[in-house]
């Protein structure tokens, strides 16, 4: 009881304030006003350590992101699986690839990447696709192809290599190269949003993909490596979009 007569509790307070700042030790009002806010309803949302209380179940249920959100992780997922799915399943009728290889050379490799880095880019996902084939020799031998029959597009993969890197097949530079295009393609004319990859998708559902693997396997090899090149090639959007905004 007579701790509360000093002034040690009123110096504990704004010691929490300014910590929460981080770097920040010194807050403007504003500032200090919505830390205030946050802090006085922080024990609702997670009880103190030891306390006799439940754990408010029902501040966790209002400020769940998932339920802000049009979709869950789960969900996007799904729907991402599902796209890809109808891209390879219903691609015979659709345009030719080599339409629209037509324009790769002006507008995908002279715009954001030369033919050498594509090359790069797809020795790595030939590497790491390997473990969709499940040793299949037919689908191994579609990914990649020995460094006997490299060629000069090849040379920055010869120069880096310490004898470890792979050389990727032909299909699956030229799949990976109009997937390359459509990214670009999308992220120049549209603002980057959550929904990007989706508007991505529906782009490719305009061609004929070029399919890798063994007869048997090929829907679901192609299926993993497009996926995977797409959430990579998000990684390299987003990471060029805040390096411009700052």
């Not at 754990?55 to 699986?81: C, I, P, W, Y």
């Not at 033919?115 to 880019?121: D, N, S």
């Not at 006997?148 to 010869?158: A, F, H, W």
């Amino acid at each position: 009881m007579t701790a509360r007569l000093n002034q040690d509790a009123l110096e504990r307070f704004f010691g929490l304030m300014r910590q929460s700042c981080g770097r920040n030790t010194h807050p403007e009002p504003r500032v200090f006003a919505q830390l205030f806010r946050l802090l006085s309803i922080y024990s609702l949302v997670k009880p103190i350590k030891g306390s006799n209380i439940t754990g408010g179940e029902m501040v966790t249920t209002l400020f769940n992101l998932e339920d802000l959100q049009s979709k869950t992780k789960v969900d996007r997922h799904k729907a991402l699986s599902d796209k890809l799915d109808e891209i390879i399943s219903d691609g015979q009728n659709l345009v030719a690839i080599e339409e629209v290889l037509d324009h790769v050379d002006h507008a995908y490799l002279n715009e954001s990447v030369d033919e050498f880095a594509l090359r790069c880019v797809s020795g790595y996902m030939a590497r790491y696709a390997k473990k969709y084939t499940d040793d299949c020799p037919e689908c191994l031998e579609s990914l990649t192809k020995p460094a006997s029959e490299q060629t000069d597009l090849d040379m920055n993969i010869t120069h880096r290599s310490r004898g470890g890197l792979t050389y990727p097949s032909d299909q699956l530079v030229e799949l990976l190269g109009v997937m390359g295009k459509k990214v670009i393609d999308v992220s120049h004319n549209n603002e980057l949003e959550q929904n990007v990859l989706f508007a991505v998708l529906h782009e490719l559902a305009s061609i004929k993909v070029v399919k890798v693997g063994c007869l048997f396997h090929e829907d679901e090899l192609t299926k993993a490596i497009m996926k995977s090149y797409l959430i990579l090639r998000m990684h390299f959007v987003t990471r060029r979009w805040n390096e411009k905004t700052k």
